[in-house]
C-alpha cells in the first residue's frame, strides 16, 4: 500500500481558516434556525422573573435620580414611582420596557431633606416593587474639577504619601544584617496576605451587592486570576531581558501589586465621598495613610542591597501609590458595583503572585534554608498584626 | 405599606440590590438616557400634576378593566323584581365569580378575583322585608361563597361547614335566599379560606338595604375603601376607593351646590387595622351601619376597621373643589385621596 493512498485529500484543499470557522458557522447557522423555525423547547416557561438592581443613586437639589439594570431575564415594565409611601406624578421613566441587561432612568422631582432616609419603591408592570432604600440623603458632589481636584487630594494623602514616607525605611533596611532583611520580607507577605484577604472579601461583599447578571462575585476571582496570568507575564519579561537586578524586578513587582491594591483602596474612598459617607473623612485618610505607610516598607524591602538610583526609586513609589488617584476618580464618577468586584479582584491576584515572588528571598539563597525560622514566623505574623491593627483605624 | 425600612417581599429577586443602591450613588452631571432600548419616555399628565401632591403617573383606562369607578359610584343593582302571590317583593340577581386581570394604578395589572368581573361587586340593592334569591355562579378557579351581613339563616350565611352554600366549587352553583334584614348599609364578601386573600384579591361588594319608609331624595353614591398587596407581602401598595388609585383625584365627582349627597361608605381594607373617611371644608351627619334614621354624628372625620361602614349624609353650600381621603396620609398619598367638584 503506497502512502498516498492512506492520506485524506479533502482536508488539504479546504484552507485551514474555514476549517476553524467552520464549527462556529455550524453552530450560527444552528442558532438562526432554532429562532427562524421557532423549534420546539425555546418558549419560555412560568411566570416571568423581575430581577432589577439599582446601579446608581444621584441626590441632586430637589430631585433624586436612580438608574436601574435589569438583572432578569425577561423584560420588565416599570410603572410607577413612590417616596416614602407617596406616588410621584412628576416622575419620569426611561424607557418603561427595560430588556435584559438594559437600564433605565428614573428621574423624581422631590424635595427631600439633608441626612434622612428615603424608601423608594418603583411598581412594576405586574405590582413588584423595586426598592431603592437612600439610607442618608446628601447631594451627589458635581462632577466639576473641583471635585477631580479634590479626589486626587484624597488619592495623594492615601496612596503616594504615605508609601514614599515608608519607602523611607530604605536606609535602615540596608544597615541591617540579611537575616534582618529576610525579616522584614516575611513582613511585607503578611502585609500582603493581609491585603489580599482583605480585598478578597470586599470583592464579594461588592460582587454580590451589585447586579448580578455580569458574574456577581465571580468576577472577584476571575480578576484575581487575570492579574495572577498577566503579572506572571510581566515577571517572565523582565526576566528575560536579564538587564535589571532581581531584586529591582520584585520591587517593581511589589510596587505594581500594591499599587493595583491601592486602585481598589481609591475606588472605595472615592465611591464614599460621592455618596456623601466620608463625614469621618479626616479620620478615614488618617487610617489609611498609616495603614499604607507600611506598604511602603513591602516595596523597598528586596532591594535592601542594591542601590538603585532616586528616579527608580520615584517611580516605584509612583506606580505603589498614584492609582489610589485613579481609583478615587472612578469610584466618584463611574461607580458601579460589578466593575469595582472586578478591580478588586484584580487586585487580589496581583498581590498573591507578588507575595509568592518575595517567597524565596524570605527564605534566603544559601543551600538548604528554611522558609519558616522563628524569625520568618515572627515577620509573617507581625505583618499581619500591623495591618491588622492600623486597618482598625480605617473604620 | 412596609413598617421597616427593609422590608422582605415575598418575591425576593426583587430589589436584591438594595443596599447597592445606596453604596452606589455616584457623583451627578451624567444624565444618561436610558440604554436598553424599547420605548421611549413617558411623560406625567396630571391636572395636579409637579410635586404639589402624590398622584400616580398616567391614567387607568375604564374601557380595558371593563369597569369605571365614576359607573361603580351610582349602579344601584335592584335585580329582577317580580311581586309574588302573597304580596311580597322578590328579588333575584345572578353573580358569577370569575378570575380577572384588573389595572389598579396606571400600568399596573393585579390578577383579581371578581364578582361580576368587577370590582368592588355589584350593589345589591332591595327594600326592607323583600324576598332576596342570589343564584351564585363560581366561574372561577377556586373555591368561593358570597357571605352576606345582615339577618339570615345559617343554611344562606355561605362560610364554610354553613352546607352547599359555604363551599362553592368551580363550575358550581348556590342560590343565597334570604330577607332583606335589617335596613341599613351592608356587604357581601367571598368566605373561602383563606379568608383575607380572598378578601384582598377583590371578592366583596356592598349590600343596601332601604327602610320601607325611605330617605330623604339626595345624590347618592357608594364608595368601598380597598387596597391591594400587589406584590403579595400582606400589606398593602396600591389604596383606592372604589379599586383604582387616584380615580376621584384625576376625575372629581361632580355634585350641585346645596343638594344632599348621600354617601354609602363601606371599608373593606385587608391588612391595615383601620381606615378612614375626612372631608374637606364641610361637615356631614353620620349614620354607622345606617341601621338609624337619626345621624349619631355631626363631624368631618370617621373611622371604620375592615367590614364596618356608615352613610354620610352632606350638602355643600359653596362651589369648589373639596378633597376627601383617608385620614391616614400614607393611604391618601398611595392613592385613597378624591375630590368632589361642586357646581
Known amino acids: 500500500v503506497s502512502t498516498e493512498a492512506r492520506t485524506p485529500a479533502t482536508p488539504q484543499r479546504l484552507p485551514a481558516w474555514l476549517l476553524g470557522l467552520g464549527p462556529l458557522l455550524l453552530v450560527g447557522a444552528l442558532v438562526i434556525a432554532l429562532f427562524a423555525f421557532d423549534l420546539p423547547g425555546l418558549e419560555r416557561r412560568g411566570i416571568p422573573v423581575e430581577d432589577v438592581a439599582v446601579e446608581r443613586t444621584v441626590l441632586r437639589p430637589g430631585e433624586i435620580e436612580l ?50 432616609a428615603y424608601e ?66 516575611a513582613v511585607t507577605v503578611g502585609l500582603l496576605a493581609f491585603l489580599a484577604v482583605d480585598a478578597l472579601i470586599e470583592g464579594f461583599e461588592i460582587g454580590t451587592s451589585g447586579p448580578q447578571a455580569f458574574g456577581g462575585a465571580s468576577l472577584v476571582l476571575l480578576g484575581a486570576l487575570a492579574a495572577f496570568i498577566a503579572l506572571s507575564a510581566v515577571d517572565a519579561w ?47 485618610v488618617v487610617g489609611f495613610a498609616l495603614h499604607n505607610t507600611t506598604e511602603g516598607l513591602a516595596v ?32 466618584g464618577v463611574a461607580y458601579s458595583a460589578p466593575l469595582a468586584a472586578f478591580l478588586l479582584g484584580f487586585g487580589v491576584g496581583a498581590i498573591v503572585q507578588v507575595a509568592w515572588q518575595i517567597l524565596p528571598m524570605v527564605r534566603g539563597r544559601e543551600r538548604g534554608a528554611q522558609l519558616l525560622t522563628p524569625l520568618t514566623t515572627a515577620g509573617l505574623v507581625l505583618g499581619l498584626a500591623v495591618m491588622w491593627v492600623t486597618g482598625l483605624l480605617t473604620g | 405599606m412596609s413598617e421597616s425600612g427593609t422590608k422582605l417581599t415575598r418575591r425576593a429577586l426583587i430589589g436584591a440590590a438594595a443596599g447597592a443602591g445606596a453604596l452606589a450613588a455616584v457623583a451627578g452631571g451624567s444624565q444618561m438616557a436610558g440604554a436598553g432600548g424599547g420605548q421611549g419616555e413617558e411623560s406625567p399628565s396630571h391636572p395636579h400634576a409637579g410635586t404639589a401632591h402624590a398622584a400616580t403617573r398616567g391614567r387607568v383606562d375604564p374601557r380595558v378593566n371593563g369597569f369605571d369607578p365614576h359607573e361603580i359610584l351610582t ?50 340593592r332591595a327594600t326592607e322585608g323583600d324576598l332576596m334569591r342570589v343564584r351564585f355562579v363560581n366561574a372561577g378557579t377556586h373555591v368561593h361563597t358570597m357571605h352576606f351581613h345582615g339577618i ?64 330623604p331624595e339626595a345624590r347618592e353614591m357608594v364608595m368601598l375603601m380597598n387596597a391591594f398587596d400587589t406584590n403579595f407581602d400582606f400589606s398593602n401598595e396600591v389604596y383606592a376607593v372604589n379599586t383604582v388609585a ?98
Not at chain 1, 524591602?301 to 485613579?326: D, S, V
Not at chain 2, 339563616?153 to 363551599?167: E, F, I, K, Q, R
Not at chain 2, 361608605?265 to 349614620?287: G, I, T
Request: aromatic share 12%; proline share 7%.
Open chain 2, 75 to 124: 349602579d344601584f343593582d335592584g335585580g329582577r323584581v317580580r311581586r309574588l302571590p302573597s304580596g311580597r317583593t322578590l328579588r333575584e340577581w345572578t353573580v358569577v365569580a370569575q378570575d380577572k386581570e384588573i389595572e389598579v394604578a396606571p400600568g399596573v395589572r393585579y390578577a383579581a378575583w371578581t364578582y361580576n368581573g368587577r370590582v368592588p361587586g355589584p350593589t345589591l
Open chain 1, 120 to 185: 423608594i419603591g418603583i411598581l412594576t408592570s405586574t405590582g413588584g416593587v423595586i426598592e431603592a432604600p437612600i439610607e442618608v440623603a446628601t447631594e451627589t458632589p458635581a462632577g466639576d474639577a473641583d471635585f477631580f481636584g479634590l479626589l486626587a487630594l484624597l488619592g495623594l494623602y492615601v496612596g503616594i504619601i504615605p508609601v514614599s514616607v515608608g519607602m523611607l525605611w530604605l536606609p535602615f533596611v540596608r544597615r541591617v544584617s540579611p537575616l534582618v532583611v529576610r525579616f522584614f520580607l
Open chain 2, 246 to 343: 387616584f380615580a376621584y383625584f384625576e376625575r372629581p365627582i361632580r355634585v350641585r351646590r346645596g343638594e344632599l349627597v348621600r354617601i354609602y361608605l363601606v371599608n373593606v381594607l385587608e391588612f391595615d387595622p383601620l381606615n378612614s373617611f375626612h372631608l374637606h371644608a364641610n361637615f356631614f351627619n353620620y349614620y354607622p351601619t345606617g341601621t338609624s334614621l337619626e345621624p349619631t354624628e355631626f363631624t368631618d372625620t370617621i373611622m371604620q376597621v375592615q367590614g364596618q361602614r356608615g352613610i354620610l349624609e352632606v350638602r355643600f353650600p359653596f362651589a369648589g373643589q373639596y378633597m376627601f381621603h383617608a385620614h391616614k396620609s400614607e393611604f391618601a398619598e398611595l392613592g385613597w385621596v378624591g375630590f368632589f367638584d361642586v357646581t
Open chain 1, 238 to 284: 523582565v526576566k528575560s531581558r536579564a538587564t535589571g537586578s532581581q531584586g529591582f524586578r520584585l520591587a517593581l513587582l511589589v510596587a505594581i501589586g500594591i499599587g493595583l491594591h491601592n486602585l481598589g483602596e481609591g475606588l472605595a474612598i472615592g465611591s464614599a465621598y460621592a455618596i456623601g459617607e466620608l463625614a469621618l473623612g479626616a479620620f478615614l
Open chain 2, 152 to 215: 339570615h339563616p345559617a343554611a344562606h350565611d355561605g362560610v364554610p361547614g354553613s352546607g352547599p352554600g359555604g363551599l362553592v366549587k368551580p363550575c358550581g352553583e348556590f342560590t343565597y335566599e334570604f330577607e332583606a334584614k335589617p335596613f341599613g348599609l351592608h356587604l357581601y364578601h367571598c368566605h373561602s379560606f383563606p379568608l383575607a386573600m380572598h378578601i384582598a384579591k377583590g371578592l366583596y361588594g356592598a349590600f343596601i338595604v332601604d327602610p320601607k319608609q325611605g330617605r
Open chain 1, 300 to 331: 523597598v524591602a528586596p532591594i535592601a542591597h542594591e542601590r538603585p538610583g532616586w528616579p527608580r526609586l520615584a517611580l516605584l513609589g509612583l506606580i505603589a501609590g498614584a492609582p489610589a488617584i485613579i481609583g478615587a476618580w472612578i469610584g
Open chain 1, 67 to 116: 438608574t436601574l439594570r435589569n438583572d432578569g431575564p425577561d423584560t420588565v415594565g416599570l410603572a410607577q414611582v413612590f417616596v416614602n409611601d407617596a406616588y410621584i406624578p412628576g416622575a419620569t421613566i426611561s424607557p418603561v420596557e427595560v430588556g435584559r441587561l438594559g437600564s433605565a432612568t428614573v428621574r423624581i422631582p422631590y424635595d427631600w431633606i439633608e441626612g434622612e
